[in-house]
């Protein structure tokens, strides 16, 4: 499995040298027309200003709304799902395109405004820099920005706990979706991807594969629209499942390596 | 012959052509229809020959013959509805394979028209 891409990686230590890279920016969107046009704008901005050359995928996953009339009128690469996948499924389509066109990194960026498009070059030079596979962006390592409610921190360490405790890598925000993976991992990610809340047991996936997983710090804001795919209601069942997915892709990728 | 023996059949015979009614149709697969054609046939079965259920339940230990149909049926129900749920997960995972590629391909389709 080596390409050019690692190679690169390997070279680039000291100096950052992101315009060489083509990055793909996996914008997943369920009824976000709020949302959507600002976040790839921001993206598609800095990209301009910092000469970067990100493309902005968005993965339409069937919305209800008018999400699909508006980003086939904006600057990006409008992908329409014709059935509701999940935010996986949404998110994997944008890795296949990815990597049927050959670029270097994809970075996902949620749909709903969480992620600033400002920290996107600390996440790509994370990734150059300290030649990681997989790099996450974190809420948590210093405490900045908005910051979830305590429910939800509650499950976060727990994921971080579970984690630990099965591969032995330590996330702080497991369930962050603001995340870069380069080309070695696209081609894992776009054969297996989780559909519902993928975050967690993906991180179990990148570890098994012994890909290089960071973490940098990140701020990230509160929701500017639409609503969080995951409801009071459903945290349960997110826990459960998670942890359901988490065990059995664990058994099931630990068996096949044996 | 008693008059329960007599429906037991006559439903078991119906189910059974309607199954077979159903697969002629193209509307059910052979490959489901397999456990539904054994099932009547086992009921059938029994249905005729009635000394046969309290020979088994006498032979596997089981003291009201009833009782091992009943256990029989829910084990066969649970069984079959494990497979059902396999065969939707496998469904589940095709769709998506689909969903995916139409996606990507619209995509293609569009770019080259504006080409």
Same mark, same amino acid.
């Given at each position: &499995?080596?390409?050019?891409?690692?190679?690169?990686?390997?070279?680039s230590?000291?100096?950052?040298t992101?315009?060489?890279?083509?990055?793909?920016?996996?914008?997943?969107?369920?009824?976000?027309?709020?949302?959507?046009?600002?976040?790839?704008?921001?993206?598609?901005?800095?990209?301009?200003?910092?000469?970067?050359?990100?493309?902005?995928?968005?993965?339409?996953?069937?919305?209800?709304?008018?999400?699909?009339?508006?980003?086939?009128?904006?600057?990006?690469?409008?992908?329409?799902l014709?059935?509701?996948?999940?935010?996986g499924?949404?998110?994997?389509?944008? @890795?296949?395109?990815?990597?049927e066109?050959?670029?270097?990194?994809? /970075?996902?960026?949620?749909?709903?405004?969480?992620?600033?498009?400002?920290?996107?070059?600390?996440? /790509?030079?994370?990734?150059?820099?300290?030649?990681?596979?997989?790099?996450?962006?974190?809420?948590? #390592?210093?405490?900045?920005?908005?910051?979830?409610?305590?429910? %939800? %921190?509650?499950? #976060?360490?727990?994921?971080?706990?579970?984690?630990?405790?099965?591969?032995?890598?330590?996330?702080?925000?497991?369930?962050?979706?603001?995340?870069?993976?380069?080309r070695?991992?696209?081609?894992?990610?776009?054969?297996?991807?989780?559909?519902?809340?993928?975050?967690?047991?993906?991180?179990?996936?990148?570890?098994l594969?012994?890909?290089? #997983?960071?973490?940098?710090?990140v701020? &990230?804001?509160? %929701?500017?629209g639409?609503?969080?795919?995951?409801?009071? @209601?459903?945290?349960?069942?997110?826990?459960?499942?998670?942890?359901?997915?988490?065990?059995?892709?664990?058994?099931?990728m630990?068996?096949?390596?044996? | 012959?008693?008059?329960?023996?007599? /429906?037991?059949?006559?439903?078991?015979?119906? @189910?059974?052509?309607?199954?077979?009614?159903?697969?002629?149709?193209?509307?059910?697969?052979?490959?489901?229809?397999?456990?539904?054609?054994?099932?009547?046939?086992?009921?059938?079965?029994?249905?005729?020959w009635?000394?046969?259920?309290?020979?088994?339940?006498?032979?596997?230990?089981?003291?009201?013959?009833?009782?091992?149909?009943?256990?029989?049926?829910?084990?066969?129900?649970?069984?079959?509805?494990?497979?059902?749920?396999?065969?939707?997960?496998?469904?589940?995972?095709?769709?998506?394979?689909?969903?995916?590629?139409?996606?990507?391909?619209?995509?293609?389709?569009?770019?080259?028209?504006?080409?």
């Open positions: &499995m080596t390409n050019s891409s690692s190679i690169n990686l390997k070279q230590t000291t100096v950052v992101e315009g060489v890279y083509r990055i793909a920016a996996i914008v997943p969107a369920f009824n976000e027309e709020e949302a959507i046009t600002s976040v790839v704008n921001d993206i598609n901005q800095l990209a301009a200003e910092k000469q970067l050359l990100i493309d902005v995928i968005v993965v339409n996953d069937c919305s209800k709304d008018s999400t699909s009339e508006i980003i086939s009128k904006i600057n990006c690469i409008a992908i329409n014709p059935i509701n996948l999940g935010i499924g949404a998110v994997q389509t944008g @890795f296949k395109y990815a990597l066109n050959g670029y270097d990194f994809a /970075i996902q960026i949620d749909g709903d405004g969480q992620h600033p498009a400002s920290e996107i070059p600390k996440i /790509i030079s994370a990734a150059v820099n300290g030649n990681l596979d997989v790099v996450i962006g974190s809420r948590f #390592i210093t405490k900045e920005g908005f910051q979830s409610s305590a429910f %939800r %921190r509650i499950g #976060i360490s727990y994921f971080k706990w579970l984690n630990h405790l099965l591969v032995g890598t330590i996330i702080f925000d497991s369930t962050s979706g603001f995340r870069l993976i380069n070695k991992v696209l081609t894992i990610v776009s054969e297996y991807y989780p559909d519902e809340y993928p975050e967690p047991e993906a991180i179990i996936v990148y570890s594969n012994n890909f290089k #997983i960071g973490e940098v710090s701020s &990230m804001k509160d %929701r500017q639409g609503v969080s795919s995951i409801g009071t @209601f459903a945290s349960v069942y997110y826990m459960l499942k998670v942890t359901l997915a988490i065990i059995f892709t664990f058994i099931r630990k068996f096949k390596r044996i | 012959m008693v008059k329960i023996q007599i /429906i037991a059949i006559l439903v078991s015979l119906l @189910f059974l052509l309607y199954i077979v009614r159903l697969i002629i149709r193209g509307k059910l697969r052979e490959e489901y229809s397999i456990v539904w054609i054994v099932c009547t046939t086992i009921l059938i079965l029994f249905s005729l009635r000394d046969g259920l309290e020979l088994i339940a006498d032979f596997v230990g089981v003291y009201e013959a009833p009782n091992l149909v009943f256990t029989g049926a829910i084990f066969a129900i649970l069984i079959y509805l494990l497979h059902l749920s396999i065969v939707v997960s496998k469904l589940h995972s095709q769709n998506k394979q689909l969903a995916q590629e139409i996606a990507l391909l619209k995509n293609k389709i569009s770019e080259k028209s504006k080409v």
